[in-house]
């Protein structure tokens, strides 16, 4: 392998050939290899910040505050206290003394001032250090406040940042079961692991609506502290972003008898397959919901595909390369940029488990590099070793590409267009149309090579999916 490597990270990295598959994951990060991979607080704050009516109190320093507005593109239809960024600011006398009389100094000014729905207070490392007790000030305020006040186990040196994902659905698990479910149909679901970054679960809702299923809870984009109250009466989850809130349902399968479904709402194939699991989950109950769900994706596909052809002629055999926070949505976007004709040379993830891996290998061509919690020095060296036309990743890996003269591809959390559902199918080959065939690239001093398309042409995306409920 010509691209450079950290001796003590060869085992993260394979690529796809003669030898056995066999990666290693999920490790906390090489210290100096300065990973991709964010600490645990991170996680926590990324999976529980949309929630919309919640007050969410960062007790440490201030600089751990920095990850706290606008981390991501999540919209809400209401409340907005989310976006705002309230911090302890723990100082030298505090880290002596104590910080917990400031945390319910600040709880209780805060509560009185914006009147929230629930607040959660997030563990930083230097809380963890010196001891402060998170649970005990919680209970205090929320027995003289009168709403959920809740700890989020969330120091930064416990782990890495899918032991934050841990924490905060451990944190919202707390409220489940203290609603009332009277009111919910039998043809009800929880959307877990949408964010709804630029809208998108507004999209998705509406399909689901319109195969006649009633949507509880949002986990967590548009999120509402009372819907989470009442989102153990839902016949169904349905987990979208398997790293984040895989966790959460797994709880409340355990606890309420819940079961759940993994899906994809990115690419074509896998939005319509999405749709086609949830449907055959209720048929028993509603007989005529696969043919309803047949009519919105044929609907869909009509006006969608016939566009997507225009961008296939122009893309085809171009050279992609993706590097995403979870490694669910790297499968999706395997099968994006298949559909529009270009090749993955490289897919890795920040939080993929071994069976995410397995599952991206048997899904990869050969000579694919599959690497987990990358860094700059890696993925650079990959970028220009493949030769790579575009590369889809996150806020961290953009000026990875544009020093190196390479398309990029915002698919993360700070993307403000959609890119979920049948629509952002087309928005996704939009973008990447756009990026790859910048006239920009002509003045830029990378190595470029003229790569063939494939000869032979994908079944039609159209008559496949509808033809038998997608099965």
Request: proline fraction near 4%; aromatic fraction near 8%.
């Amino acid at each position: 392998m010509s691209a450079t490597v950290f001796d003590e990270r060869r085992n993260q990295i394979h690529r796809k050939g003669d030898t056995p598959f066999d990666l290693a994951c999920d490790k906390d990060s090489l210290a100096g290899a300065v990973s991709q991979r964010a600490c645990v607080f991170c996680g926590s704050r990324v999976v529980l910040y949309p929630i919309a009516d919640a007050l969410h109190l960062v007790h440490g320093p201030i600089g751990c505050a920095a990850y706290t507005w606008d981390i991501r593109g999540a919209l809400s239809s209401g409340p907005e206290l989310h976006r705002l960024s309230f911090s302890t600011d723990l100082r030298e006398r505090d880290i002596i003394f104590g910080g917990e009389d400031k945390l319910y100094r600040a709880l209780i000014e805060l509560i009185d001032r914006h009147a929230p729905q629930a607040a959660f207070v997030y563990s930083t490392c230097i809380v963890g250090i010196i001891g402060d007790d998170l649970e005990g000030v919680s209970r205090r305020v929320e027995k003289e406040k009168g709403i959920p006040v809740i700890p989020v186990q969330s120091e930064g040196f416990k782990g890495n940042k899918r032991a934050g994902y841990h924490a905060a659905c451990r944190a919202m698990f707390r409220l489940t079961g203290s609603g009332g479910t009277s009111a919910i149909s039998a043809k009800s679901i929880n959307i877990l692991g949408d964010f709804n970054l630029a809208g998108e679960l507004w999209i998705i809702r509406r399909y689901y609506e319109r195969m006649g299923i009633e949507v509880v809870a949002n986990v967590t984009g548009d999120g509402r502290v009372a819907d989470l109250q009442r989102a153990h009466g839902a016949a169904l989850n349905v987990v979208q972003c398997s790293g984040s809130t895989m966790d959460l349902a797994k709880m409340m399968q355990a606890e309420y008898g819940t079961p759940f479904l993994r899906v994809s709402y990115f690419g074509v194939e896998d939005m319509a397959e999405s749709l086609y699991t949830v449907a055959r989950f209720f048929e028993d109950l509603d007989p005529e919901i696969v043919s309803r769900t047949r009519e919105l994706v044929k609907e869909e596909l009509e006006s969608l595909y016939p566009e997507l052809e225009k961008y296939r002629s122009a893309l085809a055999g171009k050279k992609a390369a993706i590097y995403v926070g979870g490694a669910f949505k790297a499968f999706s976007l395997i099968k994006a940029f298949r559909l529009v004709g270009m090749d993955v040379v490289l897919v890795g993830s920040q939080t993929g488990t071994k069976e995410d891996y397995q599952e991206l290998y048997e899904i990869t061509d050969r000579g694919t590099v599959i690497v987990d919690d990358t860094n700059p020095l890696e993925l650079s060296s990959f970028l220009q070793d493949r030769h790579v036309d575009v590369f889809v990743g996150g806020v961290k890996e953009r000026p990875i590409a544009y020093k190196l003269g390479v398309g990029f591809c915002d698919h993360n959390h700070e993307r403000k267009t959609v890119l979920a559902g049948f629509q952002g199918m087309l928005n996704f080959a939009k973008e990447v149309h756009s990026s790859v065939m910048s006239p920009v690239w002509r003045f830029v001093p990378r190595h470029t090579t003229n790569s063939t398309p494939g000869s032979e042409e994908p079944a039609s995306v159209p008559e496949r999916l509808t033809a038998a409920g997608g099965a």
